[in-house]
């Protein structure tokens, strides 16, 4: 099934994907619940759209009001369907798209000193669905809030699978509230940076 943008400028716009099934969409679904909970964070908000696959997400953010969005992934089929998505939608210069592995851009991002206010992140269920994995996710996520990478008060999403383990010990990243959906979930963190 397309995948379509579902609100703001772009609405109805359908996103390139690879003819691959290598992708794992956000759902037209999903999305409507994530934007109606988000919509009044998006106003010219710098989003980090993390794994970010074809760009749903952050797309969708762009066309709804967000000022900026940089996209991290490191599939090159999927970068090139990316590329042409943000390209088609005239949203070129509001992106930044990095060709790289989420672990290694966060960490790019607390030497730039790169700062995002809304964060999704995506990660593929196999690293989710393993406690170790799915932990240094958690981990790294929770680094980079305390050196930054997220401002005080940013709102950072992580899907996950439903049964796939939460996270433990995080300093930085306040649970707000989780949603479940179909087969996932959504956790909803507030960045508090240590003092």
Do not use: W
């Amino acid at each position: 099934m397309p995948v379509r943008i579902i609100g703001g400028m772009a609405r109805g716009r359908r996103l390139r994907s690879p003819s691959s099934n290598i992708v794992r969409p956000v759902s037209a679904r999903l999305r409507q619940s994530l934007f109606s909970i988000i919509s009044k964070e998006l106003e010219s908000a710098k989003v980090l759209d993390l794994f970010a696959g074809i760009g749903s997400f952050g797309l969708e953010a762009l066309s709804r009001g967000a000022s900026r969005c940089v996209f991290v992934e490191r599939n090159h089929a999927c970068v090139t369907a990316l590329r042409a998505n943000i390209e088609e939608f005239g949203f070129a210069d509001r992106s930044k798209l990095v060709k790289a592995d989420a672990m290694g851009a966060l960490r790019a991002f607390e030497v730039s000193r790169t700062e995002f206010d809304v964060a999704f992140v995506d990660p593929p269920y196999e690293v989710t669905d393993d406690a170790k994995n799915g932990g240094a996710v958690f981990s790294a996520l929770d680094r980079a809030a305390g050196k930054a990478v997220f401002r005080d008060g940013a709102l950072v999403m992580v899907r996950k699978r439903t049964e796939a383990p939460g996270p433990e010990g995080l300093e930085n990243l306040m649970l707000e509230e989780s949603r479940k959906y179909t087969h996932s979930e959504v956790l909803f963190f507030r960045a508090r940076r240590s003092a």
